[in-house]
């Protein structure tokens, strides 16, 4: 069956990064979309992007341009999320959804000095 | 980028009733609309894709109908495990968006 198993909670400072992993099973990996989306309280559920793990092409919701940076490793079926330059707004849950179908846990992030 | 207006936001309702929940696309989603169920602390579930395809696996008091702008959630006969958060996604083009929710309660 369909799984994703993704990295555990962050705690990170301000101005940091951080990269979250999302290891995929019981599909072909390179075959399907793999979507990020951001959740945070009161702000709903918003599309980060994707990527493409059979040519590692990406495409981002324009909001979350040079925030955000999608890879992916063939080899171990692990897709990758990088944030950069974090602040307390960017605190939230993470998950990643393969498309749209299945979802991962999700990772909470929390940006506090 | 599309809209969508979810309603209601919170719906409180008796176990047997029938439940309807709307999504609203400020343009034409082409049937680009899924709907999902999230438990606290937990990950969305896919219910229905595609307007009205049913998930693997989800019971069938879940249905799904609409097109063009308009879509609804149907849950025939509500179980006391349908206690949830439900919100709707259009898939249709980029970026793509989520309704707000609709946290839904046993009265």
């Known amino acids: 069956q369909v799984q994703l198993q993704q990295s555990g909670t962050e705690l990170v400072k301000p101005a940091s990064s951080v990269k979250i992993s999302c290891k995929a099973s019981?599909?072909?990996?390179?075959?399907?979309?793999m979507h990020w989306i951001r959740q945070q309280p009161g702000n709903g559920l918003e599309w980060i992007g994707w990527i493409y793990p059979g040519n590692g092409n990406t495409k981002y919701n324009q909001k979350f341009d040079g925030k955000a940076t999608l890879t992916a490793d063939k080899s171990s079926s692990t897709a990758y999320m990088q944030l950069s330059s974090l602040t307390s707004e960017d605190s939230a849950v993470y998950f990643c959804a393969k498309s749209f179908a299945y979802w991962g846990q999700g990772t909470l992030v929390t940006v506090s000095s | 980028d599309i809209q969508m207006t979810q309603s209601p936001s919170f719906l409180s309702a008796t176990v047997g009733d029938r439940v309807t929940i709307n999504c609203k696309a400020s343009?034409?989603?082409?049937?680009?609309l899924n709907w999902y169920q999230q438990k606290l602390g937990e990950a969305p579930k896919r219910l229905i894709y595609n307007t009205n395809s049913l998930q693997t696996g989800i019971p069938s008091r879940f249905s799904g109908s609409g097109s063009g702008t308009d879509y609804t959630l149907t849950i025939s006969s509500l179980q006391p495990e349908d206690v949830a958060t439900y919100f709707c996604?259009?898939?249709?083009?980029?970026?793509?968006?989520f309704g707000a929710g609709t946290k839904l309660e046993l009265k």
């Open positions: 019981g599909y072909t990996f390179t075959s399907n979309y």
């Open positions: 343009q034409n989603i082409n049937k680009y």
């Open positions: 996604l259009q898939h249709n083009s980029g970026p793509y968006t």
